[in-house]
């Protein structure tokens, strides 16, 4: 039995004030916490008038209400990204239409129910209200990834445009308001899945490509169009075509200088080709603007009640747009001007870095990727750059509050098991969960060792061999079992973590070998000072500040053809430089210690002046 118009009246205009008061107060709303609360609210208002007007058969008279006042619900738990009750609530729908239809399709599948929806419709007065829900459904599908039942629907994408031929003309009396204009939800939606799925599809070249171009030219706010620029740059990073997806990039962040992703991608670009200096004016950049308040998602946004946010969920799409914290991108930035010789920068930034590190006031949004070193690795990098920067106080002043907090916490031992079993044990009871006894091992010894460079640096030669000698006696505590290989070559079967440790262990061993050896060459003891160098070059056969001073020591004895040998053979080898391979506090980093190449062809003339 039909209803009195009259209730149907009610209805309509409790919809309407409902739809009314919820704009508006959207446009009002100043913060996440509040919209939160209006969402709930609105959501729980909707749903008990979408209640009272199912509670009655479904009828063609009231239809039009009924969709309206589902469709408002279902943006409202979009919006609280409430996706299995809005699934929940459009399938309760969709049957109810189809029942009005006169259709029974015998399941609760919503691809079957909206197939069979559409179709019912495709003729008749709720074929646009069918539409915005359909709207809402497949937005469902994005949010959850279901790329299955959008695959089954891409075409039916086509009659998002119908939307777009029209507006709802909410000044016609008793006429149900929407809180969201299907049109606009179309747009947005249209736009957010070639971003969606072009992120899923990068690896499919130029068709790929081809759909982010068109999708650029869709109406929607520019940090969606930016995203479409970034994610042709990723399909042209993985064409291998870099110098493109750079053009892309910058496109990017033309259209939206808030996308730091894009910045990001340009960054790992600029890695790959070796292009250091564009790589560290990029990341300034980016901690400059990592440091901001967030206003990309306030700019996708707009005034729109519904984010593009909200579809934007996938994994791939999600990877491509995280970006690292603050603190991650200040400590690579410091890392790379050290190793590309901008040492004065690097320090600086490594004492922003820790200065951060210890107050209160951490930026970054919550979302970001933040991978930081453990606090010592960070001390006795910060530390290698003072060093560098001929600034001994400072560096001994970091170098200490390491040993002093790890040196009581190291194993009697270290026992290294042998490559098929791939671990790390020690004699001490107790393992720790969260750092192992090689790794606490190797900090304290890497700051005994950067300490004997700090008092080489000051000519403390005493104290430079006293630190030394500790470093060295911490590597000894190594012990490896049933290993037939030299520990400086670790198998390739190896736990790769494991492996590096053991390749820095053996760095650290030669690098103290070689210091105690130059400190006493310094004092003139020389025999102790060949046996060290010696050792070291058995350590670190690439050692050229220690095959120098090994060839000065034999000069010295009198051995001057051994000394000539040594002499020649540093000489095949390169200069020492940073690399990025291994820890900056585990390589040669005492350049004043090399001796004059000229001096020593000098010397070399007079031992065979033909």
């Given at each position: 039995m039909i209803q009195p118009l009259c209730l149907l009246d009610r209805w309509i205009q409790e919809n309407n004030e409902l739809a009314s008061s919820y704009k508006q107060d959207g446009q009002d709303a100043q913060n996440r916490d509040h919209n939160l609360f209006r969402q709930r609210r609105y959501s729980s208002d909707f749903h008990k008038l979408l209640k009272k007007i199912q509670g009655i058969p479904p009828h063609l008279d009231h239809a039009q209400l009924e969709l309206s006042v589902a469709y408002n619900t279902c943006v409202c738990f979009t919006a609280q990204s409430q996706f299995e009750d809005a699934q929940m609530l459009l399938t309760q729908t969709i049957q109810r239409v189809l029942e009005i239809a006169g259709e029974n399709p015998g399941t609760s599948d919503p691809s079957v129910l909206w197939k069979a929806a559409l179709k019912s419709v495709a003729s008749t007065a709720l074929k646009r209200s069918v539409l915005g829900l359909f709207c809402l459904q497949w937005g469902t599908w994005l949010a959850k990834s279901c790329w299955t039942a959008i695959k089954e629907f891409q075409a039916k994408i086509s009659l998002f445009d119908e939307q777009r031929q029209g507006v709802w003309d909410e000044k016609i009396p008793n006429f149900p308001r929407l809180v969201v204009e299907p049109r606009r939800l179309s747009e947005l939606l249209k736009i957010c899945s070639a971003i969606s799925q072009g992120a899923e599809r990068l690896d499919e070249g130029w068709s790929t490509l081809s759909s982010l171009q068109a999708a650029s030219a869709l109406p929607a706010p520019r940090a969606l169009i930016a995203y479409t620029h970034l994610l042709s740059g990723s399909c042209l990073a993985h064409m291998s075509r870099p110098q493109m997806a750079l053009q892309c990039f910058r496109k990017a962040l033309e259209t939206d200088p808030c996308c730091v992703c894009a910045l990001y991608q340009s960054i790992l670009i600029y890695r790959q080709l070796g292009n250091s200096q564009a790589e560290i004016q990029a990341l300034r950049i980016l901690h400059s603007t990592l440091l901001l308040p967030s206003t990309t998602e306030q700019a996708m946004a707009g005034s729109q009640l519904l984010s593009p946010s909200l579809f934007l969920c996938s994994k791939s799409l999600s990877s491509l747009l995280s970006v690292p914290s603050a603190l991650s991108v200040l400590h690579c930035l410091a890392l790379k001007c050290v190793i590309h010789g901008r040492v004065s920068e690097g320090v600086e930034y490594y004492l922003d870095l820790l200065a951060a590190l210890h107050s209160e006031d951490q930026h970054g949004p919550p979302a970001a990727v933040s991978i930081l070193p453990k606090l010592p690795r960070l001390y006795?990098?910060?530390?290698?750059?003072?060093?560098?920067?001929?600034?001994?106080?400072?560096?001994?002043?970091?170098?200490?509050?390491?040993?002093?907090?790890?040196?009581?916490?190291?194993?009697?031992?270290?026992?290294?098991?042998?490559?098929?079993?791939?671990?790390?044990?020690?004699?001490?009871?107790?393992?720790?969960?969260?750092?192992?006894?090689?790794?606490?091992?190797?900090?304290?010894?890497?700051?005994?060792?950067?300490?004997?460079?700090?008092?080489?640096?000051?000519?403390?030669?005493?104290?430079?061999?006293?630190?030394?000698?500790?470093?060295?006696?911490?590597?000894?505590?190594?012990?490896?079992?049933?290993?037939s290989i030299s520990p400086q070559i670790p198998s390739t079967d190896i736990d790769a973590e494991q492996a590096g440790d053991l390749l820095v262990l053996q760095r650290l061993k030669g690098l103290s070998l070689a210091g105690r050896g130059i400190s006493f060459a310094q004092m003139s003891q020389l025999r102790e000072a060949l046996r060290d160098l010696q050792l070291s070059l058995q350590a670190h056969p690439e050692g050229v500040t220690a095959g120098q001073w090994c060839g000065e020591v034999l000069w010295r004895l009198d051995r001057k053809q051994e000394a000539a040998a040594y002499w020649k053979k540093t000489w095949s080898q390169p200069i020492p430089f940073i690399a990025e391979t291994l820890p900056v506090y585990a390589q040669e980093l005492q350049y004043d210690l090399l001796l004059d190449s000229e001096e020593l062809h000098q010397r070399l003339q007079e031992l065979d002046p033909i």
């Open positions: 006795l990098e910060a530390g290698a750059a003072l060093l560098m920067a001929r600034r001994p106080a400072d560096c001994l002043t970091l170098c200490d509050e390491v040993s002093r907090t790890t040196v009581d916490l190291l194993p009697e031992k270290v026992i290294v098991d042998d490559p098929e079993e791939g671990s790390v044990s020690w004699s001490r009871e107790g393992k720790d969960e969260t750092e192992s006894g090689l790794e606490r091992l190797l900090w304290a010894a890497a700051s005994y060792l950067l300490q004997g460079h700090c008092y080489c640096q000051l000519m403390e030669w005493k104290q430079a061999v006293t630190n030394y000698t500790r470093c060295i006696n911490l590597v000894v505590k190594v012990h490896y079992k049933r290993r």
